[in-house]
């Protein structure tokens, strides 16, 4: 589960997508999304179908909000993945579409086969019995499904409001839990947290827990899971441009300038 991740390619966003396919199992995983938090936009589709596409893996996404207009037995598409990737967006929405649909208890049954579930922000949240959530406005508690213990506040550092928010309710008898900067994520196994990774240098996560009338938070150790630096390819404009500056430097010296 993800504090915040997007489908670019900046700040560990593609050392992310990487390790969700490592995660599969699979060299070329069905992987698929359920973008509802947001409803469903095109934007975030086609952003997810190009950055699993191009890994090689068989994308597909389901839209509750046009299950009219193209007719799928989600069920059976669902457990037929390797993993399912849920956007983030809104939390209220989300678990209130997700009811109405009869989503969480098939994704139970999704996990309980053995496939993997991603989700980020909003879609992190909903697992938890509780997160924070802006989907009124101001940062606000709102319950989720409640499928792992304790709470959940993503975008962490990224988002200070949020974060007070957070502090100030677990202090006030909120369940504990963890606040996850963008680019990190937690590995749940069987209901049990096995490993928290971080994907950009300075991004962490916290454990949170009631102190004397306010949150206290311990942060925790990070797998690092930071994108490899490619090595230029000889005769690539990133080669010659390097060559050039490198030639450039010398003869300055040279010169004596």
């Known amino acids: 589960m993800m504090g915040g991740h997007e489908f670019d390619r900046l700040d560990g966003n593609e050392a992310v997508c990487d390790h969700v396919i490592e995660l599969s199992g ?8 359920l973008p509802t938090a947001s409803g469903d936009p095109e934007d975030q589709i086609s952003r997810f179908r190009r950055s699993f596409g191009s890994r090689g893996c068989e994308v597909s996404d389901i839209s509750l909000f046009r299950l009219g207009a193209n007719p799928i037995d989600v069920g059976a598409h669902l457990l037929n993945q390797d993993v399912i990737y849920v956007g983030g967006g809104s939390l209220v929405n989300l ?28 879609g992190a949240m909903a697992w938890f019995e509780y997160g924070i959530t802006t989907s009124s406005g101001l940062p606000a508690a709102a319950p989720g499904l409640g499928v792992l213990p304790g709470s959940l506040c ?65 942060p925790l150790d990070l797998v690092e899971k930071f994108p490899e630096k490619s090595k230029p390819v000889a005769g690539s404009t990133v080669e010659d441009f390097r060559s050039l500056n490198n030639w450039r430097r010398g003869s300055n010296i040279l010169r004596g300038r």
């Open 26 to 33: 699979e060299e070329r995983p069905k992987v698929c999304l």
């Open 95 to 122: 678990v209130a579409i997700w009811q109405a649909h009869g989503i969480g208890d098939l994704l139970e049954n999704c996990l309980d086969r053995g496939i993997l579930i991603v989700g980020q922000s909003a």
């Open 154 to 218: 993503v975008h962490y550092h990224q988002d200070p409001e949020r974060r007070k928010r957070y502090l100030a309710d677990v202090g006030a008898g909120m369940p504990g839990g963890y606040g996850s900067d963008d680019q990190t994520g937690l590995l749940w196994v069987d209901g049990e947290m096995t490993e928290a990774v971080t994907f950009r240098p300075g991004a962490g996560i916290w454990k949170v827990e009631a102190g004397d009338g306010s949150g206290t938070e311990v």
